[in-house]
């Protein structure tokens, strides 16, 4: 089994910022990626952003470059996400994800329960 647990949600006013962090336990890879996703309210999950297993590899939403970092804990099993200058249309359920394949946003296959981000206007 494969535990993705996600933590740092939360409100915040628009022009603001939260670090989502992102924990990985139980089934072992030799490699793998990991990512964020977001669900706003009636709408898709979206891709938000990636990393490879190094680290050296990042990919990002047009939507949040810029103002969106992701990176990975020294440990490899956590991962975090650094949002600044929120806008209320970042708004949304955001997921960590594990990618055992490659690093495109179909090739994830593992997933947490979300954590909510709220951005007030």
């Known amino acids: 089994q494969v535990q993705l647990v996600e933590s740092g949600g939360g409100l915040v006013q628009a022009g603001g910022s939260l670090r989502l962090s992102c924990a990985y336990s139980?089934?072992?890879?030799?490699?793998?990626?990991m990512g964020w996703f977001r669900q706003a309210p009636g709408k898709e999950r979206d891709f938000v952003a990636a990393?490879?297993?190094?680290?050296?590899?990042?990919h990002y939403a047009d939507s949040v470059k810029g103002r969106f970092t992701i990176s990975r804990g020294n440990a490899k099993n956590t991962m975090y996400l650094q949002m600044n200058s929120l806008k209320p249309e970042d708004t949304a359920v955001y997921y960590c994800?594990?990618?055992?394949?490659?690093?495109?946003?179909?090739?994830?296959?593992?997933w947490g329960q979300g954590t909510q981000v709220t951005v007030s206007s």
């Open positions: 994800a594990l990618s055992t394949q490659e690093l495109g946003p179909s090739d994830f296959n593992y």
């Open positions: 139980g089934r072992t890879f030799s490699t793998y990626h």
């Open positions: 990393i490879s297993w190094s680290g050296r590899t990042t």
